[in-house]
């Protein structure tokens, strides 16, 4: 049972343009949120978190939207940058405090 | 960000024998670790929680017996796999948490197993 689910596999962009992730949860038991970007044969780098009371949180070029409702989130980057091709995960905790991972989304941004 | 390191980085071992892994985490001190595993192009599955000074918490459908995992002190856990076999190949990735709140969690580099 995939509680957190990314259904897009693959993402491409344009160097400068907006990427967004999507993100979708099921458990509404979930109250914190967060953004991992990995690299091949690297572990998770976090990226941005979000709490449950809130609807969006901005750091930088990497903004993430929260719609309780909808059970959705996603990650705004902008501008995009080669650098950011990677694999980002979206992640999601509730009372337990464990860390479930939607099964990723593969940017690349191309020039 | 606070470091956590995880050693090796790459491991090759032979069908029967057991192979460790460790996760330290260098500049804090962490009270709860978790591993995780990953399969080609899938999500990170939680292996179990690991908390210093206690037996770990094992996910349902993973075998304690066959992950070992001690966390011996605040700095330091680690994963055994026993008797593995080539169905154990993966990459394995350990995280510690500084505090509470889930943004604190840092993963280490994770170490890739092949069970030849």
């Known amino acids: 049972d995939q509680q957190v689910k990314q259904n897009s596999p693959s993402l491409s962009v344009q160097e400068g343009r907006i990427s967004i992730l999507n993100c979708d949860y099921t458990n509404s038991m979930f109250d914190y949120f967060l953004w991992y970007k990995k690299y091949p044969a690297e572990g998770p780098t976090f990226l941005i978190s979000?709490?449950?009371?809130?609807d969006k949180n901005e750091d930088g070029r990497f903004t993430v939207f929260l719609n309780k409702s909808a059970k959705h989130l996603s990650l705004h980057i902008v501008p995009s940058q080669p650098g950011d091709s990677a694999v980002y995960f979206c992640?999601?905790?509730?009372?337990?405090?464990?860390?479930?991972f939607g099964t990723g989304t593969r940017l690349q941004v191309t020039l | 960000g606070a470091v956590v390191s995880q050693h090796p980085s790459r491991v090759i071992c032979k069908s029967g024998t057991s192979v460790k892994i460790e996760c330290r985490s260098l500049d804090f001190q962490a009270t709860t670790m978790f591993w995780y595993r990953q399969f080609p192009k899938q999500s990170l599955m939680l292996m179990a929680t690991s908390n210093e000074g206690s037996k770990a918490t094992y996910e349902q459908g993973v075998e304690k017996d066959k992950f070992l995992i001690n966390h011996a002190s605040l700095t330091l856990s680690t994963l055994t796999v026993t008797s593995a076999h080539p169905e154990d190949s993966s990459f394995y990735i350990c995280?510690?948490?500084?505090?509470?709140?889930?943004?604190?969690?840092?993963f280490g580099q994770g170490t890739r197993l092949t069970v030849v």
């Open positions: 979000i709490s449950s009371i809130k």
């Open positions: 995280s510690a948490r500084v505090s509470r709140r889930n943004t604190e969690a840092f």
């Open positions: 992640a999601a905790s509730g009372s337990a405090s464990k860390l479930t």
